[in-house]
């Protein structure tokens, strides 16, 4: 059991405000719960959001410790715990929404279930900007899309977040890959082991070059709006189409016409129900697994934040300013 008391933390007090650091008491954990001492955070897009007060489907009430990312040494461990000791190196999602304290604080109590064992390969840093992200990649592709090897999939937006991520999980699972984005990613995308797609090329364009106008078997939307439209004419017959952002109006008619089929990723249900929470730990074992087998790997942009500057690394993110995932040092 910790010997502190007292931990800091970045409280958000106001919605668009620096959050303050601050002093407050070490959580106390439930059964099912282990303390995390937090070594490392991972900043995500919906944090900014959640911060900012503008994310309906992410509320967080106020006075709020954000970070829905983290990796982390185990400091103890509730009754009802059994895959996870003192000493252990961990990482998964852990609250930063609906209320659950976050990992922008030096401890964090999580439920064990949202955790795994951290790749023994990555340093806090990398194993913190993966949770989130991979979650995302994973449940689209893998859960939603029951990706197959040899098929070809479609990935808008491959050098964001969860883009360069699906990249490598379905390369990972043996499909042919390819992904859009623009001229500047084009060397990170084929680093990545993908074909590079520009996205200003049209649809009628690539899906003829690519597919000999059949179509990709999936196609996972990461960009959202005219982008998930597109994706929709750009599935075969009988293929799947997936999104992590469905914001916006569409029509479904050249989907159906196509017999295709869609799904959304919402991957903060579980830490907003409390449904499907051990899912989310399996997902990460997944990740494990990939990572120490050397087929997957996180983009880090190298600059270096702590508590007390987290607002910094926020607005890189709301400047579309970051050059891969960005990690408080805690």
Known sequence: ????????????????A???LSSISVPKIGPREVLVKVRASGVNPLDTKIHAGAAAHARHPLPAILGLDLAGV?????RAVTRFKPGDEVYGTTGG??????SLAEFAAVDADLLAMKPANLSMREAAALPLIFITAWEGLIDRASLKAGQKVLIHGGAGGVGHVAIQIARAFG????????GAQRATIEALGAVFIDRDTALETYVAEHTGGRGFDIVYDTVGGKVLDASFAAVRRFGHVVSAL???????????FLAASYSGVFTLLPLLTGEG???????????????????LAPMLDARRFT???VDDAYALIRDHAAKGKLVVDV
């Not at 059991?1 to 668009?16: F, K």
């Not at 185990?74 to 509730?78: A, P």
């Not at 469905?246 to 159906?256: E, F, I, V």
């Not at 929470?277 to 087929?295: F, S, W, Y």
């Open 1 to 16: 059991m910790t010997r502190q008391s007292t931990m800091r933390a970045a409280v958000l007090e106001t919605h668009n």
């Open 18 to 20: 620096p959050p303050r």
């Open 74 to 78: 185990v400091e103890q461990t509730g």
């Open 97 to 102: 929404v609906g209320g659950v304290p976050g």
């Open 175 to 182: 499909a042919n890959v390819f992904a859009t984005g623009s």
């Open 246 to 256: 469905g914001w916006g109006t569409h029509a479904l008619a050249p989907l159906s």
């Open 277 to 295: 929470r051990a899912h989310h730990g399996e997902i990460m074992n997944e990740a494990t697994r990939l990572v120490e087998a050397g087929k």
């Open 307 to 309: 508590l007390e500057n």
